[in-house]
């Protein structure tokens, strides 16, 4: 069974803090990972997605790799702002459809 | 910026009702999916959509769910009678090119009471 995995489940960390995340995934089928971000009771904003053939993404503050080879992603978030705060969600696009974590929900502290 | 719509925002109903949610993909976007999340849960695949029929459906997409793209523009998801366990958000996503960056909708959030 393909499944996705984020740890940790929450995180609070200072303001100013560089932070990962981190998404495991069982499947080496999984070709592209994106990363959302999911704020309360709202939609899914795309923040990176990371092709097979590439192995990380940058955009601003938000820099996400991926080792297809050990089934891991992750995504950094350089000096963090109180803003960042969210749930973070990595899915891995295999066989047709997106597979979700079930999210590490941020909470930076000013 | 082209983005994915979606309406109603929140839809209450009784169960045993028929619903329908309405999505506006990205009007150059060629496959079309449902996602749902329960409150607290993972985000979960119901279907997808391409050329005018669906591609795959997850095991929670049964009879009681249909989707249609009656025009160029919509595509909807429909739940013949709804159950308490429906209550969730559904979310309507699409892509341009296979592999490609999925975009999502703002979500309907779905309650049966």
């Known amino acids: 069974k393909q499944e996705v995995t984020q740890i940790p489940a929450a995180l609070s960390v200072p303001e100013g803090e560089n932070l990962v995340l981190n998404c495991s995934f069982t499947?080496?089928?999984?070709?592209?990972l994106q990363w959302f971000r999911q704020d309360p009771g709202k939609g899914l904003t795309s923040l990176l997605l990371?092709?097979?053939?590439?192995r990380e993404q940058t955009s601003g503050r938000l820099n996400a790799s991926l080792d297809k080879s050990s089934g891991r992603s992750t995504l950094y978030i350089a000096a963090s702002q109180p803003g960042d705060s969210a749930t973070y969600l990595c899915?891995?696009?295999?066989?047709?459809?997106?597979?979700f974590g079930q999210g590490t929900t941020l909470q930076v502290k000013p | 910026e082209p983005e994915v719509t979606q309406t109603p925002s929140h839809q209450v109903t009784q169960m045993g009702q028929e619903v329908i949610l309405r999505c506006v993909p990205i009007?150059?976007?060629?496959?079309f999916y449902w996602y749902r999340q329960i409150l607290g849960q993972k985000v979960e695949f119901l279907v997808s959509?391409?050329?005018?029929?669906?591609?795959?459906k997850s095991e929670i997409f049964d009879d009681q769910f249909s989707v249609e793209r009656p025009d160029g523009s919509n595509f909807t998801l429909k739940i013949r009678s709804t159950k308490l366990e429906d209550s969730a958000m559904y979310f309507c996503?699409?892509?341009?090119?296979?592999?490609?960056?999925?975009?999502f909708g703002p979500g309907t959030r779905l309650t049966v009471l």
């Open positions: 899915a891995g696009w295999a066989t047709g459809k997106l597979i």
């Open positions: 499947d080496s089928a999984i070709y592209n």
């Open positions: 990371i092709q097979s053939s590439q």
């Open positions: 009007s150059n976007h060629l496959y």
């Open positions: 959509f391409y050329n005018n029929e669906i591609s795959e």
């Open positions: 996503a699409s892509i341009g090119d296979s592999y490609n960056e999925q975009f």
